[in-house]
């Protein structure tokens, strides 16, 4: 399967609307009584107007209001629906208390923060200055997609405003000040609970994510999502589960699906079975399973450590510690690359074989999951097709290497130093007792 993320975008964006909700909808009550459900909302107006993918439309009304909505400030959230070749497409919507619909906009980008911004600005200048709103969607519409690490600008109120959209570094790591999904996580959710998520992730849980905010809901699952990296969670992602949807909990594969409270009240256990719920309104995670126990204790130790040490968690490091996790997992995967004339293959025998013997076990049973199988699958495709590649996993795992390679150099020199110094001292005791 691969990436979910498409690599080929043209435009910043797909498709933009405005959805009102169906009038008088009590959510849920059609289900319960056997009938077919009744539309959420309906769209009343849209850009582009050729757009004509049905499964988007019809299911953008029931991510606009996916239950019943209460909220007193600005609500933003993000919402993905999985292409049929297997990619993500973003959704972002807002709600604003003054008015009483939701605008949604649909791309194949993850940039979170960039468009959850340009929604703002999108529903106040529609707002006050209508006969600018076309414009600037137009001329936002119509721009390419700029260069890794470059950037474009749109004006509007006659020039005097702009908004850049800044295309993030491939590979980047989620910066806790500049990442709202991060931020939100990691404000709403405990290390501890943090670690147990990570670790349910390893095993392919079925995982639930739950709150009554839909903005912390949507952030706290894919910032969860992220730390997965340099693996791609391989199975149904849903960061906001419409009530319409909510048979899915049922699924009997792994999935990791934000679930918003109210729904998730109207499913029995009986329904659910056995999973994962974490409630980022109370931080409390509750599990069938203990996965933690699983993980190789050094590695949950070293992670406890780390996310307890708040000095170090500025920029990067705090997804660096989950990252820092999996480069001591999987980041030796090079050491069983065979090299054929026409291809590179990968030993699991061998793999397992050069690993320290602590991590054997865990790896054993990590080799079995869909999500490493891909990341093998697609590392050896990259070094088959020739492509270099130096992303932050790679990068890491390089610097990991050669501190463990100072940390044995230092050890054996330590210890000749020892034996030197005990010659020494022997030497002293003889010449002592000879005169």
Known sequence: MGSRIKTDVKKLFEFWCEVSPTPGLERGTNNRGGGPAAPAGVILESFPEGFRDKEVLTGIPSFAYPCDLSFTEVL???FVHTTGDSKWRFGFCIHVPKTKTAMVLITYLPWHDTFLQLLQVLSDLKR???SEFRAFLS????QG?????????VFYNGGQNQFE???????QLPNILKNNNLNMYYSFVKPKEMIEVFAAMLAERRIVFTSRHLDRLSACIQAANAFLYPMVWQHIFIPVLPWEFKDYLGAPM???IGVPKPVLEAVSPEELGEVVILNCDNEILESPFDDVHSLPSEIVSQMKKQLNNKQDHQGDGVSKIFLNALVQLIGGYRDAVEYHETSKTF???KFIESRPAHLRPFLAKMMELQIFAQFIDDRLKMLNSGLGFSDEFELETVRYAEKKKRGRNYALMKSLKD???GKRSLSRVYAKNYY
């Open 76 to 78: 933003k959230y993000s």
């Open 165 to 171: 959209f800044v295309r993030p570094q491939q590979f």
């Open 347 to 349: 030993n699991p025998k």
């Open 145 to 153: 997609v700029p260069e890794s690490g470059g950037s474009l600008k």
């Open 419 to 421: 034996k030197l110094m």
């Open 139 to 142: 001329e936002a519409y119509n």
């Open 128 to 130: 006050s200055n209508p």
């Open 254 to 256: 792994p999935y990791l």
